[in-house]
DNA sequence: CGGGTGATAGACT
DNA sequence: GTCTATCACCCGG
């Protein structure tokens, strides 16, 4: 298993979200690999998209990394959770992809460890939050870049059949709450729970 | 020290 | 599936 070329961040964000479905997140930890094939997406656009951290370009400590080249990870804490995008768009633009579901594929043992022994198998990767914890993935990653072991995405085939939807948790966001920019694959039952 | 940042587990129906 | 209580860190002022 190898990172996929740096030169396959470089496409309009909507183009990448849906490109990223089908890839390879792959951690390579002394315990194990742990892989999980991306299954659901949601878009960022930030100079135009009030429910991005980086909307109207608001640049901070936080936001930084999304001015930077495509392919960067940017990662932030959600409470208890912590949440993984890649960073999208050209330099200056500050746009990012998050990743909110991966079926599991390789490593399920230590997800399973991970996550807790009793937990159901379509449980362990079915939301943001969860798969990182399921692949161990932490903010220490902040700013790491996708194409660089030990945490990478590396290329699979892309899936067939995709769906749209309105992002999820972002009501509050007004009209961009309405915006198809969540992608996943149709019937698969590693995608999150949909919630209106 | 206040504001910003939504997802999760588990109980229930 | 639906509902709801609970969860913590980073930052700027």
Known sequence: MQPIEESFFHMDTLQLAQHLLGQFVVH???QGT???RIVETEAYLGECDRAAHSFNNRR???TEIMFHEPGHVYSYTM????LINVVSGPVGV???VLIRAVEPVAGLE???KNRGSSMKETHLTNGPGKLTEALQITNEYYGHHWTKKPLYIARNERVEQIETSPRIGIKNSGEAARYPWRFFEKDNRFVSPYRP
């Open 28 to 30: 390579e930890l002394p």
């Open 34 to 36: 742990l892989i999980g």
């Open 60 to 62: 901070s400590k936080r």
């Open 79 to 82: 409470h208890t959770h912590t």
């Open 94 to 96: 500050p746009h990012a």
């Open 110 to 112: 230590l997800m399973r």
